[in-house]
């Protein structure tokens, strides 16, 4: 008899093709959003495959009496309890380094963008201003760009930058000090992040430490009105702070891929408008055509193994 496997959001189509060889799949996409009838039918399945939306909380798992698999179409687990799944012998299987390549291209097209200022090029070019010489422009050769973690993404930026003649600096106290050879880096205390970026990347995991950990008083120390991105997890920068510290100009612009709530509510998006140099993309940043075959794929092949091989 096939094990049950339930997926949550969306998959790419020739995985789920595949995984129908090999299992009983129950496909419902919008299912992360009623959590009654995600309670009611995890109960039977023996794997799950979600995105970051579906709450695999403790009391989710208290249901999943045959639950052994849990596969992330991403890489973040803040939306899975592991402690818990440890103790229930389920293996949590993230897609490690799939989506990698597509969120450091969008940083460092954030970067590009938010330095020429393109948001208000378009927007005044959009209403007929044509602001050539109003609206200055700047290059991000010699520019130094700060990474808050080192892991597999932030590594896939540095590559990047640094073939644009970046300077990169990096704050990570989990990575051995042979890095900065290997890639050419400095690593620094957090507080060099702030003072000597024009650039802050956040690339960190969300853990008790590192919510809020932008907040008003590390944007004040921060020195050259840097351009701050976040593709992480949101609640790592205080979002009030952040527009505070924009208006105030201690920073010079801002990209966010992910959100302290998501989808945004009014109370953020009324306080943004055009004059801002901002981007806001639905935390679509490790999500692309190419990202979603490769995640899609890589725990479909570990679900296959997991259970059959």
């Not at 179409?73 to 993230?94: E, M, R, S, Y």
């Not at 290997?182 to 024009?198: F, G, R, W």
Request: proline fraction near 3%; include cysteine; charged fraction near 25%.
């Amino acid at each position: 008899m096939k094990k049950k496997i339930l997926i949550t959001e969306f998959m790419e189509e020739k995985s789920i093709i595949l995984l129908r060889k090999y299992f009983n799949i129950i496909y419902e996409p919008q299912l992360w959003q009623k959590d009654q009838e995600l309670e009611d039918k995890i109960h039977e399945c023996h794997g799950i495959i979600v995105r970051n939306k579906s709450k695999i909380n403790k009391k989710i798992l208290s249901k999943a009496i045959n639950l052994k698999f849990v596969g992330r179409l991403g890489v973040g687990l803040d939306n899975i309890d592991t402690d818990f799944c440890a103790i229930k012998n389920i293996h949590v299987q993230p897609a490690v380094g799939m989506n990698a390549d597509s969120v450091a291209e969008y940083v460092l097209n954030c970067s590009l963008s938010l330095l020429k200022n393109i948001p208000l090029m378009h927007e005044g070019t959009k209403l007929g201003h044509w602001p050539r010489t109003t609206i200055i422009s700047r290059e991000i050769q010699g520019k130094t760009l700060g990474l808050l973690g080192f892991g597999f993404i932030a590594k896939k930026v540095c590559k990047i930058a640094q073939a644009f003649g970046v300077k990169i600096i990096a704050y990570d106290p989990y990575v051995s000090n042979d890095v900065e050879n290997e890639y050419k880096i400095n690593l620094v205390e957090i507080n060099d992040i702030y003072l000597s970026s024009d650039i802050i990347s956040v690339h960190l995991p969300l853990t008790k430490e590192t919510k809020n950990l932008l907040n008003f008083k590390t944007f004040l120390s921060m020195k050259k009105n840097p351009i701050i991105i976040n593709s992480s997890r949101g609640t790592i920068i205080n979002e009030t702070d952040l527009l505070r510290a924009y208006d105030e100009k201690l920073i010079c612009g801002f990209a966010l891929d992910v959100y302290e709530e998501e989808p945004i509510k009014k109370k953020f998006y009324n306080q943004i408008n055009t004059s801002m140099n901002c981007i806001l993309t639905p935390h679509v940043a490790g999500v692309t055509t190419e990202s979603n075959i490769r995640v899609s794929d890589f725990i479909t092949r570990s679900a296959i193994n997991f259970f059959i091989n």
